[in-house]
């Protein structure tokens, strides 16, 4: 198996090659021509994802997230909804390394057979990086009304957590 897994993105390329020579296409020639536009969209996009990370930093650090924990708890309680699991249900939208990093967090401290782990598992599982989509695929080609979109992707997040927590409940 892990030659396979070695193997797996050399041949993907070599196929790429292949083809392309076979299309007829001069193939370092649009691959240095493709490295070189993703260069710029890189600069065009490091402003966005700058601030998007000193925002995630600033909500983290500054004690916002142990506020709004703090806040809500006893509603969970009577919901019996674990807490440890909100960390999670509220960075996963803004940042996928974060979800992670809280997922292996809960895992670490509960056990991967524990309701929290479980729960925490699916949430990661059926939600998605909703900010970090919006703000590097739009602001790649320029789109700065992302209104609807930012609805439409926190509401489909809330859901896939809703939806993680009643099926998880049902389920284990």
Do not use: C, W
Not at 12 to 37: D, S
Not at 126 to 148: A, C, E, N, R, V
Request: glycine residues 6%.
């Amino acid at each position: 198996m892990q030659i396979i897994s070695n193997l797996i993105l050399p041949l993907i390329v070599l196929i790429i090659i292949i083809y392309g020579v076979k299309k007829k296409v001069n193939v370092y020639e649009t691959f240095t021509t493709g490295a070189k536009e993703s260069f710029d969209m890189t600069i065009k996009l490091f402003p966005t994802l700058l601030a998007m990370i000193l925002g995630i930093n600033i909500f983290v650090k500054s004690g916002i997230l142990q506020f709004i924990l703090n806040l809500i708890k006893p509603i969970l309680n009577l919901i019996q909804i674990p807490s440890e699991i909100i960390p999670l249900a509220l960075m996963r939208p803004i940042s996928g390394s974060s979800g992670i990093a809280l997922l292996n967090n809960i895992i670490e401290t509960h056990g991967a057979d524990n309701i929290i782990s479980q729960m925490a598992s699916v949430i990661q599982g059926s939600t998605d990086t909703t900010l970090y989509i919006l703000t590097l695929y739009f602001g790649s080609i320029g789109i700065k009304q992302t209104k609807y979109a930012l609805k439409v992707g926190l509401l489909a997040d809330l859901i896939g957590i809703i939806s993680a927590l009643i099926i998880t409940k049902i389920m284990f």
